[in-house]
């Protein structure tokens, strides 16, 4: 049977300072019931991910943080990602330090692969990504699985699920993540690519993004 899990807190100062991942309320996300209000979703679900098929909710965790817009330092501000910006076909609000995976040529000449993760504050000023002040009332919805996962968020942009699992774990088991999240200079080197393929993409009309139909 699935079950719920709620975490509630609240912060006047700090709050997004100590969030770093995860979903606001509203966002939908790909799973076996179609795509769902990140917030309807509950441990024991199956999401899509993006390299491995249906995976089940193995923790969930929801935050409120209350706080004052004009005491948030711009710093934590979060993320608006315009429609079609990254495959969405709805505009995402997103953490700063919110892992989000690229579709890029630059990519694989760099790592071998077409596909690299970055934080989307580095894409700030691409594609009409932009910052904007937090509300008073944030609700964020942290979803995890058993490993390391990419989702599918408002029709095609892909958003890096970490596991629970610590680091520490990690090296004591010997697992490693697939999913890499580049460094600063990495990234900006990275997102210049990515910006001048998007342009050239929406010259000709071909779309860059995957996209999960």
């Not at 309320?25 to 790909?30: E, K, L, M, P």
């Not at 071998?112 to 934080?119: I, K, L, S, T």
């Not at 894409?123 to 995890?144: M, W």
């Not at 210049?192 to 779309?207: D, I, N, R, V």
Request: proline letters at 4%; hydrophobic letters at 40%.
């Amino acid at each position: 049977m699935n079950y719920r899990t709620t975490e509630l807190s609240g912060a006047f100062d700090g709050g997004l300072e100590v969030a770093s991942h995860g979903l606001m309320s509203g966002t939908r996300v790909a799973s076996m019931m179609g795509w769902r209000g990140v917030e309807s979703l509950a441990k024991g679900d199956m999401v899509l991910t993006f390299d491995n098929g249906m995976k089940e909710i193995t923790d969930i965790r929801r935050v409120t943080i209350c706080l004052d817009a004009a005491q948030t330092q711009p710093a934590l501000w979060p993320v608006i990602v315009p429609a079609d910006a990254l495959g969405n076909k709805e505009q995402l609000t997103l953490l700063p330090d919110q892992g989000v995976m690229l579709e890029c040529e630059a990519a694989s000449d760099l790592y071998g692969d077409p596909f690299a993760v970055v934080v989307v504050q580095a894409l700030e000023n691409v594609n009409g990504i932009h910052r904007a002040p937090p509300k008073s009332r944030i609700e964020l919805i942290s979803i995890s699985f058993k490993e390391d996962q990419v989702i599918y968020a408002e029709g095609g942009a892909l958003i890096l699920c970490p596991s629970t699992t610590t680091t520490l774990d990690r090296m004591i088991e010997g697992n490693v993540s697939q999913y890499e999240v580049l460094g600063a200079k990495e990234a900006e080197q990275l997102v210049e690519c990515f910006e001048l393929e998007s342009q050239s993409a929406a010259e000709t009309g071909y779309p860059m993004m995957a996209s999960a139909g």
